[in-house]
């Protein structure tokens, strides 16, 4: 999690008697304090700065879920040697060695419980996929969660227009997610896969797969 640092100017005590504000002190004073405040930096591939696309959907998609009461922090930056440790979510290494800047926020629960993470990955300038990792347990307790987080990517990535186009055949978001849980259980697969092609000229994959905890779910979608 990132930490916002506050820096704050220590204020000397000094003895009144000794202390003779001038006009001139206070013009120097005011002059040294405007060099000490930092100005905004420009934002671009070098400055480490998340550009408008970075910013402006991670924000989207925390109001969205904070609607639902879904607490999702702020975005933590990572690129380098960073990338291969956390932000490796591709088979396909020509997709995956092209990734060269990962934004990644934590998931909680109305009760605080951890959920998953949503991620962005790209180029600094321009994100390339939003990707959804939400682990469940074995019980599939948190399955309205997963509905709740989808839902809230689609419609603050690709569009609201999933009930006009009803892709797949599925009237809704929840239906998808509910054909793709019921599937992976009867299939009794490790991983199993399910597309949505063509919605808003965007093709969509959620991949379950079962581990030790219960199951990942993994959402990909093109930006």
Same mark, same amino acid.
């Given at each position: 999690?990132?930490?916002?640092?506050?820096?704050?100017?220590?204020?000397?005590?000094?003895?009144?008697?000794?202390?003779?504000?001038? *006009?001139? $002190?206070? /013009?120097?004073?005011?002059? &040294? =304090?405007?060099?000490?405040?930092?100005?905004?930096?420009?934002?671009?591939?070098?400055?480490?700065?998340?550009?408008?696309?970075?910013?402006?959907?991670?924000?989207?998609?925390?109001?969205?879920?904070?609607?639902?009461?879904?607490?999702?922090?702020?975005?933590?930056?990572?690129?380098?040697?960073?990338?291969?440790?956390?932000?490796?979510?591709?088979?396909?290494?020509?997709?995956?060695?092209?990734?060269?800047?990962?934004?990644?926020?934590?998931?909680?629960?109305?009760?605080?419980?951890?959920?998953?993470?949503?991620?962005?990955?790209?180029?600094?300038?321009?994100?390339?996929? *939003?990707? $959804?990792? /939400?682990?469940?347990?074995? &019980? =599939?307790?948190?399955?309205?969660?997963?509905?709740?987080?989808?839902?809230?990517?689609?419609?603050?990535?690709?569009?609201?227009?999933?009930?006009?186009?009803?892709?797949?055949?599925?009237?809704?978001?929840?239906?998808?997610?509910?054909?793709?849980?019921?599937?992976?259980?009867?299939?009794?697969?490790?991983?199993?896969?399910?597309?949505?092609?063509?919605?808003?000229?965007?093709?969509?994959?959620?991949?379950?797969?079962?581990?030790?905890?219960?199951?990942?779910?993994?959402?990909?979608?093109?930006?």
């Amino acid at each position: 999690m990132q930490k916002l640092f506050i820096y704050r100017k220590d204020r000397k005590k000094m003895n009144k008697k000794f202390l003779i504000p001038t *006009v001139s $002190g206070i /013009i120097i004073a005011i002059i &040294l =304090v405007a060099f000490m405040i930092p100005t905004p930096e420009k934002s671009d591939s070098d400055s480490g700065i998340l550009s408008t696309s970075y910013v402006d959907t991670n924000k989207n998609i925390q109001l969205e879920l904070h609607k639902q009461n879904i607490a999702m922090s702020s975005a933590l930056k990572l690129n380098g040697f960073s990338i291969e440790k956390y932000c490796t979510f591709f088979a396909d290494e020509s997709i995956q060695n092209a990734i060269e800047y990962c934004t990644s926020t934590e998931l909680l629960d109305s009760q605080g419980q951890y959920l998953g993470n949503i991620h962005m990955v790209g180029v600094p300038n321009n994100p390339k996929y *939003v990707i $959804g990792a /939400i682990q469940v347990d074995p &019980l =599939v307790s948190q399955l309205d969660e997963v509905k709740i987080i989808t839902q809230t990517m689609i419609e603050s990535t690709v569009c609201l227009c999933w009930e006009d186009v009803k892709p797949g055949g599925f009237d809704s978001v929840s239906d998808w997610i509910d054909a793709a849980n019921a599937h992976h259980l009867e299939a009794k697969r490790i991983t199993s896969k399910s597309e949505i092609n063509g919605l808003a000229q965007k093709d969509l994959l959620l991949e379950i797969t079962t581990n030790t905890e219960g199951y990942f779910w993994k959402l990909i979608i093109p930006s």
